[in-house]
Protein backbone atom coordinates (compact mmCIF):
# COMPACT_ATOMS: atom_id res chain seq x y z
CA UNK A 1 0.00 0.00 0.00
CA UNK A 2 1.09 3.11 -0.89
CA UNK A 3 2.01 5.86 2.18
CA UNK A 4 -0.04 8.78 2.32
CA UNK A 5 1.57 12.33 0.92
CA UNK A 6 1.65 15.70 3.40
CA UNK A 7 -0.11 18.14 1.04
CA UNK A 8 1.13 20.72 3.45
CA UNK A 9 4.84 19.14 2.12
CA UNK A 10 3.56 19.29 -1.44
CA UNK A 11 2.53 22.58 -0.91
CA UNK A 12 6.04 23.56 0.25
CA UNK A 13 7.83 21.60 -2.24
CA UNK A 14 5.85 23.58 -5.25
CA UNK A 15 6.73 26.69 -3.03
CA UNK A 16 10.25 25.99 -3.60
CA UNK A 17 10.03 24.89 -6.90
CA UNK A 18 7.43 24.94 -9.18
CA UNK A 19 6.45 21.38 -10.06
CA UNK A 20 8.00 19.73 -7.13
CA UNK A 21 5.00 19.05 -5.37
CA UNK A 22 3.37 17.28 -8.17
CA UNK A 23 6.23 14.98 -8.82
CA UNK A 24 6.03 13.95 -5.15
CA UNK A 25 2.70 13.40 -5.39
CA UNK A 26 3.37 11.10 -8.83
CA UNK A 27 2.22 13.26 -11.30
CA UNK A 28 5.43 14.11 -13.51
CA UNK A 29 3.40 15.51 -16.21
CA UNK A 30 1.91 18.10 -14.25
CA UNK A 31 5.26 18.71 -12.79
CA UNK A 32 7.13 19.28 -15.99
CA UNK A 33 3.85 21.64 -17.11
CA UNK A 34 4.37 24.22 -14.11
CA UNK A 35 8.19 23.95 -14.13
CA UNK A 36 8.15 24.68 -18.16
CA UNK A 37 5.48 27.14 -17.85
CA UNK A 38 6.54 29.09 -14.76
CA UNK A 39 10.13 29.76 -16.50
CA UNK A 40 8.91 30.17 -19.89
CA UNK A 41 7.11 33.33 -18.40
CA UNK A 42 10.03 34.46 -16.22
CA UNK A 43 12.38 34.12 -19.55
CA UNK A 44 9.93 36.41 -21.37
CA UNK A 45 9.33 38.70 -18.68
CA UNK A 46 13.41 38.69 -18.14
CA UNK A 47 13.65 39.42 -22.17
CA UNK A 48 11.23 41.82 -22.77
CA UNK A 49 12.10 43.70 -19.64
CA UNK A 50 15.67 43.78 -20.81
CA UNK A 51 13.58 45.24 -24.65
CA UNK A 52 12.27 47.45 -22.74
CA UNK A 53 15.25 49.37 -20.70
CA UNK A 54 17.40 48.86 -23.91
CA UNK A 55 14.89 50.85 -26.05
CA UNK A 56 14.15 53.54 -23.23
CA UNK A 57 17.41 53.95 -22.56
CA UNK A 58 18.94 54.12 -26.73
CA UNK A 59 15.88 55.08 -28.83
CA UNK A 60 13.47 56.97 -26.61
CA UNK A 61 15.42 59.26 -24.36
CA UNK A 62 17.69 60.52 -27.50
CA UNK A 63 14.48 60.74 -29.61
CA UNK A 64 12.89 63.20 -26.32
CA UNK A 65 15.96 65.03 -26.26
CA UNK A 66 16.55 65.67 -29.92
CA UNK A 67 12.58 66.34 -31.08
CA UNK A 68 10.95 67.04 -27.50
CA UNK A 69 8.63 65.59 -25.46
CA UNK A 70 5.69 65.59 -27.49
CA UNK A 71 6.78 65.35 -31.34
CA UNK A 72 5.27 62.16 -33.08
CA UNK A 73 8.83 60.13 -32.87
CA UNK A 74 8.81 60.84 -28.95
CA UNK A 75 5.63 59.31 -28.77
CA UNK A 76 5.36 56.38 -31.17
CA UNK A 77 8.78 55.45 -29.64
CA UNK A 78 6.94 55.71 -26.08
CA UNK A 79 3.78 53.29 -27.56
CA UNK A 80 6.35 50.90 -28.31
CA UNK A 81 8.47 50.98 -25.17
CA UNK A 82 5.54 51.33 -23.02
CA UNK A 83 4.09 48.01 -24.56
CA UNK A 84 7.16 45.97 -24.12
CA UNK A 85 6.98 47.03 -20.26
CA UNK A 86 3.68 45.94 -20.29
CA UNK A 87 4.45 42.48 -21.54
CA UNK A 88 7.13 42.35 -19.10
CA UNK A 89 5.10 42.72 -16.43
CA UNK A 90 1.93 40.44 -17.50
CA UNK A 91 4.35 37.33 -18.10
CA UNK A 92 5.68 37.92 -14.79
CA UNK A 93 2.25 38.36 -12.90
CA UNK A 94 1.12 35.19 -15.32
CA UNK A 95 4.44 33.26 -14.22
CA UNK A 96 3.71 34.29 -10.81
CA UNK A 97 -0.21 33.21 -11.12
CA UNK A 98 0.91 29.62 -12.18
CA UNK A 99 3.13 29.50 -9.39
CA UNK A 100 0.66 29.93 -7.26
CA UNK A 101 -1.88 27.89 -8.90
CA UNK A 102 0.67 24.97 -9.14
CA UNK A 103 1.15 25.36 -5.22
CA UNK A 104 -3.10 24.61 -4.46
CA UNK A 105 -3.25 22.21 -6.86
CA UNK A 106 -0.63 20.46 -5.23
CA UNK A 107 -2.11 20.35 -2.05
CA UNK A 108 -5.61 19.71 -3.02
CA UNK A 109 -4.07 16.86 -5.27
CA UNK A 110 -2.46 15.47 -2.51
CA UNK A 111 -5.50 15.80 -0.16
CA UNK A 112 -7.78 13.93 -2.70
CA UNK A 113 -4.59 11.19 -2.72
CA UNK A 114 -4.79 10.55 0.50
CA UNK A 115 -8.77 10.06 0.36
CA UNK A 116 -8.67 8.11 -2.20
CA UNK A 117 -5.74 5.78 -1.12
CA UNK A 118 -7.95 5.63 2.55
CA UNK A 119 -10.93 4.45 0.83
CA UNK A 120 -9.07 2.15 -0.64
CA UNK A 121 -7.85 0.73 2.81
CA UNK A 122 -11.57 0.91 4.04
CA UNK A 123 -12.89 -1.23 0.97
CA UNK A 124 -9.95 -3.70 1.61
CA UNK A 125 -10.69 -4.04 5.31
CA UNK A 126 -14.46 -4.57 4.48
CA UNK A 127 -13.70 -7.57 1.68
CA UNK A 128 -10.97 -9.08 4.23
CA UNK A 129 -13.60 -8.95 7.55
CA UNK A 130 -16.51 -10.50 4.80
CA UNK A 131 -14.30 -13.59 4.56
CA UNK A 132 -13.79 -13.91 8.24
CA UNK A 133 -17.85 -13.58 8.10
CA UNK A 134 -17.62 -11.12 10.27
CA UNK A 135 -20.71 -8.22 9.49
CA UNK A 136 -21.29 -4.61 11.36
CA UNK A 137 -25.00 -4.05 11.89
CA UNK A 138 -26.14 -1.25 9.64
CA UNK A 139 -25.60 1.34 12.01
CA UNK A 140 -21.98 -0.08 13.28
CA UNK A 141 -22.95 -0.10 16.53
CA UNK A 142 -22.30 -3.66 17.14
CA UNK A 143 -20.36 -6.99 15.05
CA UNK A 144 -21.73 -9.88 14.65
CA UNK A 145 -19.88 -13.03 14.22
CA UNK A 146 -21.58 -16.58 11.94
CA UNK A 147 -19.88 -19.15 11.82
CA UNK A 148 -20.98 -22.50 10.18
CA UNK A 149 -20.20 -25.79 11.24
Known sequence: MQRPISPTGALIRSALVPGLGQWSIGQPIQGTFFLVATVACV??????????????????????????????????????????????????????GIWMYGMVDAYVDAAIRNATLEAESVRQNREAMEQLNVHLLPDGSAVLYHRRF
Do not use: C, I, Q, W
Not at 68 to 92: M, Q
Open 43 to 96: GGGVFFHSEYRTMYNEEYLPAVERFGLTSDEAESLYREVNSRFKLSRGLLLTAL
